[in-house]
């Protein structure tokens, strides 16, 4: 029950980061010191966590891991959210246990089962609902989505990361590690410190990042991949439901979006079950 409990805080806070980095980016000239602006908050976050419980033995490769993500995801991530928006990032994004599945499937040589393809099928049409809404925003860009699903890709290949070394750090060490690397890889994409007013406007997204981080270490340490990963892409709905509540005027969220976020949760749900 508390991996549960865990996974879907997880969910929840990072459907409110990605809430957050939308409406921080509102008012900034552009988008280079964004990234970094969130993983630093997250950092600190991390960091604080980690003072509570640590043990740093064995967490150098977490560092490895924060390349990926949220190194290379969270700048991937935030250029997403400035093409097309949260709500259809965080459909996008939602993919990640097909992603799982995929490279289980292809490295770890695990069956194939109706229900997985039943499942792959359901994310792969909240994908074609997204990918052909017909009275998309201006803003909908396929670049975009090119670039949330490339995001997914590295969030679903960091979590089987994680799970394989889960027993060599205590999870809060093990966050702070990728948030390392994460912030290092920020710092060379963004080329500068953030400033002052990137700094002001995403504290929040990032203190929310941060916690979302540690939620999803903990429930890592205590439950696999196919229980987790799919109660964490339950963040589409709460990204689309944050987004249909705070920023419905920019986002056009309607049916299609809608029911696209519901097909992808679903798939991911049926592939946990399966795998």
Do not use: K
């Amino acid at each position: 029950m508390l991996v549960v409990a865990l996974s879907l805080a997880s969910a929840a806070l990072f459907g409110a980061m990605t809430i957050g980095v939308r409406l921080g980016m509102r008012g900034l000239p552009n988008a280079d010191g964004v990234a970094l602006a969130t993983v630093l908050p997250a950092l600190a976050v991390t960091l604080i966590a980690a003072c509570v419980r640590h043990d740093v033995h064995g967490a150098w490769p977490f560092l490895l891991a924060g390349l990926l993500a949220p190194g290379g995801s969270q700048v991937l991530f935030t250029l997403a959210v400035r093409e097309i928006g949260a709500s259809r990032v965080s459909v996008t994004v939602g993919a990640a246990p097909l992603v799982a599945v995929a490279i289980a499937l292809i490295f770890l040589g695990e069956p194939v089962r109706s229900a997985l393809v039943a499942g792959a099928l359901a994310v792969v049409a909240g994908g074609v609902l997204l990918a052909a809404e017909r009275d998309r925003p201006g803003h909908l860009r396929g670049r975009g989505l090119l670039l949330a699903a490339a995001a997914s890709v590295l969030f679903a290949t960091r979590d089987n990361v994680i799970r394989a070394l889960h027993g060599h750090a205590s999870p809060e060490t093990a966050a702070a590690a990728t948030l390392i690397s994460g912030a290092l890889v920020a710092l060379i994409w963004a080329r500068r410190a953030p400033t002052h007013r990137e700094l002001a406007r995403l504290t929040p997204a990032g203190v929310c990042f941060g916690l979302s981080y540690v939620c999803l270490f903990e429930a890592y340490w205590r439950g696999r991949v196919t229980v987790v990963s799919p109660l964490v892409a339950t963040e589409s709905l709460w990204g689309v439901g944050l987004a249909y509540l705070l920023v419905r005027q920019t986002e056009g969220v309607g049916r299609r979006l809608l029911v696209g976020a519901v097909l992808v949760v679903a798939g991911g749900a049926l592939i946990g079950v399966t795998r």
